[in-house]
């Protein structure tokens, strides 16, 4: 008897039935997704925009930068985060402006131009990040500056280090010697930076979903990529204090940081002649309405 035909019908239905249990699985996985993506940013949101959590924060990196560096006596010296050629010291710290700017810059222009519709608010609120890149260029060479002003030349031999009177840095690396001087530690003052910068813009999100501005999936996930890597910056922080630079380099670069952000956002933004504070103009305000007796 030929059984074919029947034979092959049945493969053909019960993969018709696996094709739409994958189907009905794969509508499940994107729902959960879907979600916990909105779970996520909500309660990140909230978090994030909490005043107390604002006034909190600053005090949470200075404890960080002052207290941080007692926990070298508590962890383990040889741990990949203690080495210098470690995947996140090359990759994320040494290019943190970089990422930064690059989340940062795209849930801003997301959040603002879905506020406002208009190209020159985006535009304005957008140019905050140009801001910042002077600030961490200006900071850079200022932190050079420093160390050529208060360095001295040495030539490392068997003994020690021999002092040499070579008047610049430059003459004294061409002589195959090593310059010394104070230096402010450029990446703790660029995470402390960002880390501050990143919790001002993205507090916002918490007053944009409260105005039930449109926030769609890729704004959301823009959003929690930017908490992601606000947290990244705060653990690598976090190692920096721990296992690199010098105390008081430390606490300056964090120091300058701080300044450079209560310049910029705590101060110069709240001007009418300034890029604008986050949120700025974005947001209808409300009507008061008077009671006439």
Known sequence: MDLGPVGGTGSRAAGARIQALLGCLLKVLLWLASALL???????????????????YHAWLAAVVIFGPLLQFHVNPRTIFASHGNFFN???VN??????????????????????????????????LVVGAAVWRGAGRAFLLIEDLTGSCFEPVPQ????????????????GHQWRGYTVSSHTFLLTFCCLLMAEEAAVFAKYLAH????????????????????????????????????????????????????TYGSWYHQPWSPGSPGHGLFPRPHSSRKHN
């Open 38 to 56: 909105y779970f996520g940013s909500e309660q990140a949101a909230r978090l994030l925009g909490s005043p107390c959590l604002q006034r909190l």
């Open 90 to 92: 090359i990759k994320f």
């Open 95 to 128: 290019s943190a402006w970089g990422w930064t700017c690059t989340f940062l810059g795209g849930f801003v222009l997301l959040v603002v131009f879905l506020a406002t519709r208009r190209v020159v608010v985006t535009a304005r609120h957008l140019s905050r």
């Open 160 to 175: 020690g280090l021999l002092l040499h009177e070579l008047p610049d840095r430059h003459s004294c690396l061409a002589a």
């Open 212 to 263: 039930g501005l449109p926030a769609g999936t890729p704004l959301r996930l823009v959003f929690l990529l930017n908490v992601l890597l606000l947290g990244l910056w705060n653990f690598l922080l976090l190692c920096t204090v721990i296992y690199f630079h010098q105390y008081t380099h430390k606490v300056v670069g964090a120091a300058v940081g701080t300044f450079a952000w209560y310049l």
